[in-house]
Nanobody, 126 residues
Framework: QVRLLESGGGSVQTGGSLRLSCAAS????????????VAWFRQAPGKDREFVAR????????YYAESALGRFAVSQDNADGTVTLQMNNLKPEDTGVYYC???????????????WGKGTQVTVSS
């Protein structure tokens, strides 16, 4: 099991930026465990958890929800394995709790991810 810890949430105004980080207790890529890919999800009050972005640990390829395209960027630090979500031009509808998740999966369904952080709050005011 991989323990994940998100950081970097906060409150910004519309158009602002935040940088979220996901630190892991173990390497996402391990000869013994295989390869875990990492995704960001978010959940707004009263809504279902939704996919935001994913990065494939092996080759660094990324995939984004349509709402995140052109504004968010997910990347990984090969030195320490931290995965970062850079969020620019934030909108009020981006408000929610953002979760980092890892799993031996390539899809974007939350049920496919086995390890989750506790989340970090992002609030965007108009």
């Amino acid at each position: 099991q991989v323990r994940l810890l998100e950081s970097g949430g906060g409150s910004v105004q519309t158009g602002g930026s935040l940088r979220l980080s996901c630190a892991a207790s173990l390497r996402f890529r391990s000869a013994s465990r295989g390869i875990y890919n990492v995704a960001w999800f978010r959940q707004a009050p009263g809504k279902d958890r939704e996919f935001v972005a994913r990065i494939m640990v092996l080759d660094g390829s990324t995939y984004y929800a349509e709402s995140a395209l052109g504004r968010f960027a997910v990347s990984q630090d090969n030195a320490d394995g931290t995965v970062t979500l850079q969020m620019n031009n934030l909108k009020p509808e981006d408000t929610g709790v953002y979760y980092c998740a890892a799993g031996a999966t390539t899809d974007i369904q939350s049920r496919s991810y086995t390890d989750w952080g506790k989340g970090t709050q992002v609030t965007v005011s108009s």
